[in-house]
């Protein structure tokens, strides 16, 4: 199958580049009495170019996530697949937990979630997450969800949190490297990103998106459209953005949240109408 | 400071790549999404947003009457055949704005539409 293949040139990636790394390593310990060395330096690029996330960075996630569960105490924690091209095949994804020697899988809920398991092995070896897709083809993002909510909504409390397990676990996805750690600087402390009132994570509904309206006791409030659609009603330059934004393929249901804006309560319920309601 | 955004490229961060030679010349391309902002997508003068709102009838409305009626929209136009057009009223606060967002279907008629009453408004 080709998803398996897949799977497998990605362990065959990873062993090779260990394999090199340690020849490499062999052979400028090899020296002649003389001091010269016996091999030329090789420079050598690992054909390796699937969609991969730290382990290490997913277990802070999930830490963080056991302390700030306040935010939402009824809800658990998974892990969502979202696609970032038009063409990203979402069945049948293949997700490993993989190291030099650890190669755990997971699986995936028909709803493209998964939880991740913690494995003492895995995180001594710093292994990836990595579902068999190339890179840039999908993005992810923390699913925290608060049950028993009525359809079609969700709660404030429980987005606030993805906000800052989505940040720590260093999900957020940009193609250009360079322009990702420039985004860094401003991301990596989640929790001041996160209860800034300035602050644009982007959340994806489950459907093209029509409006959000926050809801808490009498008080109601339905978002400007400049909080959907990525901003997109406020820059006409957006389309030429969007292969920079892991929302490319995404754009109709992309919302922001007021996180930082306190006056609403985390039982703040968020409804969305989607643009295919009757 | 503005904090920008986790995912979406500020565009003075992506101007700062692109000024040093990080981003190349990315060449208009026809993808996903389509945005036209005109210089002014404010509801005629003397119309109220209720009044403008009536004006368009779901299910009927086409984009030829609504501009016809309404004039110029700001427009977010999905691949997927949707459009949404929005107005606002003049002098609108951007960050609580008075505004008309119209979904038009594929098929080129209006499908819902929704009312914002900004604080100014509703006060």
């Known amino acids: 199958m080709a998803g398996n293949a897949i799977a497998l040139s990605a362990r065959a990636a990873f062993a090779a580049a260990l394999v090199i790394a340690c020849v490499t390593a062999s052979a400028q310990d090899k020296k002649p009495a003389g001091g010269a060395a016996v091999l030329p330096p090789v420079t050598v690029t690992a054909p390796r170019d699937f969609v991969e996330k730290s382990y290490r960075k997913m277990i802070r996630g999930m830490d963080l996530f056991e302390r700030l569960h306040a935010y939402a105490p009824n809800a658990s924690l998974r892990f969502k697949l979202l696609p970032r091209k038009r063409d990203t095949n979402m069945k049948h994804i293949e997700l490993e937990v993989l190291g030099p020697t650890v190669d755990i899988e997971v699986p995936i809920a028909p709803d493209d979630t998964f939880a991740l398991m913690r494995n003492q092995q895995a995180w001594d070896e710093d292994a990836i997450v990595t579902p068999n897709r190339r890179s840039r083809s999908m993005t992810w993002r923390a699913e925290i969800r608060t049950p028993g909510l009525p359809p079609r909504t969700r709660r404030l409390g429980d987005l606030r949190l993805e906000c800052r397990v989505g940040l720590e676990a260093g999900l957020v996805s940009n193609n250009d490297s360079l322009i990702s750690k420039m985004i860094h600087v401003f991301t990596d402390d989640p929790e001041r990103y996160c209860s800034n009132p300035d602050a644009h994570y982007l959340f994806f509904a489950d459907k093209p998106l029509f409006g959000v309206t926050l809801v808490a006791g009498n008080r109601r409030e339905t978002l400007p459209v400049s909080e959907l659609y990525a901003a997109a009603s406020e820059d006409p330059g957006l389309p030429y953005d969007l292969p920079f934004c892991d929302c490319e393929v995404l754009v109709d249901r992309t919302y922001f949240m007021p996180l930082g804006d306190r006056s609403w309560p985390d039982d703040t319920l968020v409804e969305f109408e989607y643009m295919d309601d009757p | ?123």
């Open chain 2, 1 to 123: 400071m503005s904090v920008a955004s986790s995912q979406f490229l500020p565009r003075l961060v992506l101007a700062s790549a692109i000024a040093a030679g990080l981003g190349g010349c990315a060449a208009p391309a026809r993808g996903p999404l389509v945005v036209e902002k005109p210089s002014s997508s404010v509801l005629p003068g003397g119309m109220t947003p209720q009044a403008a709102q009536s004006a368009i009838t779901v299910g009927q409305s086409t984009r030829a009457d609504v501009a016809a009626a309404l004039g110029q929209a700001t427009i977010v136009r999905f691949d997927s055949g949707y459009e949404v057009w929005v107005y606002q009223t003049a002098g609108a606060d951007r960050r609580d704005p008075t505004e008309l967002v119209i979904l038009f279907a594929p098929s080129g008629v209006v499908k819902k539409t929704r009312l914002r009453l900004g604080a100014a408004v509703r006060k």
